[in-house]
T-cell receptor
Framework: DTAVSQTPKYLVTQMGNDKSIKCEQN?????MYWYKQDSKKFLKIMFS???????INETVPNRFSPKSPDKAHLNLHINSLELGDSAVYFC???????????FGPGTRLTVT | GQQLNQSPQSMFIQEGEDVSMNCTSS?????WLWYKQDPGEGPVLLIA?????ELTSNGRLTAQFGITRKDSFLNISASIPSDVGIYFC??????????????FGAGTILRVKS
C-alpha cells in the first residue's frame, strides 16, 4: 500500500492548457503540501493544507490552485500552463509535529 | 527567506569510502531531517533529529544534530553503488513564523565509482 501516491506520473501538455495533478495519502496525516522541484533539483514549497484549510501559500502565480476535498486528498490545478511551469511536482504529508514530511513519487510536468 | 547551506554540492567517490556532508543555517533549528532522492522518485526520509547533540544511525548512515542547533551532519560509511542519489537536508526553524514549513538545502549529489 503506497503511503503517498500521485497521478499522473508524467504529464506532457501544450502551453495554454489547464491540467490537474492528484495526490492521495493513507498515513492519516493532517497536513499536506505541494512542492515544485526545478531543473537544479531545488525543492520549493508552494502550498500547505491542514485539515482541508489552506495554511501556506507561497508566492505562486494564481494560475495554480490547490483543492483539498478531504484530509486524504490534495489536488493541484494549473490554468493556462506556461513553459516555465515545466518541473517535477511533489505532494508531501506530515503530522505537524514532529516536522517530518513524507513525499509522493512526483509528477513530471512538461509544457511544450 | 531562511536558507540552508548544504555542502558539498556534489561528490564522486570510490566504492567503499566513507562520505560526509553537512548543512548549516544562520538561525536555530529544532528539527533536522535528512532525505535521499533516487532518480525519478520522491525524497525518502532517512533520519530525523530532534535534540541538540543527538546522534542517530540508520544502517550505514549516521546523522548528528549540531550542538549549536545551527548545523547537522550526515555520514555514510563504506559506500556502495546504490548510495547514488541526491541527499537533502531539511530543518524546521524555531522562529514561529514558519509554522509546519520545512527549509531545504540545495542537495548533495552523490556519485559512486564501482
Amino acid at each position: 500500500d503506497t503511503a503517498v501516491s500521485q497521478t499522473p506520473k508524467y504529464l506532457v501538455t501544450q502551453m495554454g492548457n489547464d491540467k490537474s495533478i492528484k495526490c492521495e495519502q493513507n498515513l492519516g496525516h493532517d497536513t499536506m503540501y505541494w512542492y515544485k522541484q526545478d531543473s537544479k533539483k531545488f525543492l520549493k514549497i508552494m502550498f500547505s493544507y491542514n485539515n482541508k484549510e489552506l495554511i501556506i501559500n507561497e508566492t505562486v502565480p494564481n494560475r495554480f490552485s490547490p483543492k483539498s476535498p478531504d484530509k486524504a486528498h490534495l489536488n493541484l490545478h494549473i490554468n493556462s500552463l506556461e513553459l516555465g511551469d515545466s518541473a517535477v511536482y511533489f505532494c508531501a504529508t506530515g503530522s505537524g509535529s514532529p516536522y517530518e514530511q513524507y513525499f509522493g513519487p512526483g509528477t513530471r510536468l512538461t509544457v511544450t | 527567506g531562511q536558507q540552508l547551506n548544504q555542502s558539498p554540492q556534489s561528490m564522486f567517490i570510490q566504492e567503499g569510502e566513507d562520505v560526509s556532508m553537512n548543512c548549516t543555517s544562520s538561525s536555530i533549528f529544532n528539527t533536522w531531517l535528512w532525505y535521499k532522492q533516487d532518480p525519478g522518485e520522491g525524497p525518502v526520509l532517512l533520519i530525523a533529529l530532534y535534540k541538540a547533540g543527538e546522534l542517530t544511525s540508520n544502517g550505514r548512515l549516521t546523522a548528528q544534530f549540531g550542538i549549536t542547533r545551527k548545523d547537522s551532519f550526515l555520514n555514510i560509511s563504506a559506500s556502495i553503488p546504490s548510495d547514488v542519489g541526491i541527499y537533502f537536508c531539511a530543518g524546521h526553524p524555531i522562529a514561529g513564523e514558519y509554522g509546519n514549513k520545512l527549509v531545504f538545502g540545495a542537495g548533495t549529489i552523490l556519485r559512486v565509482k564501482s
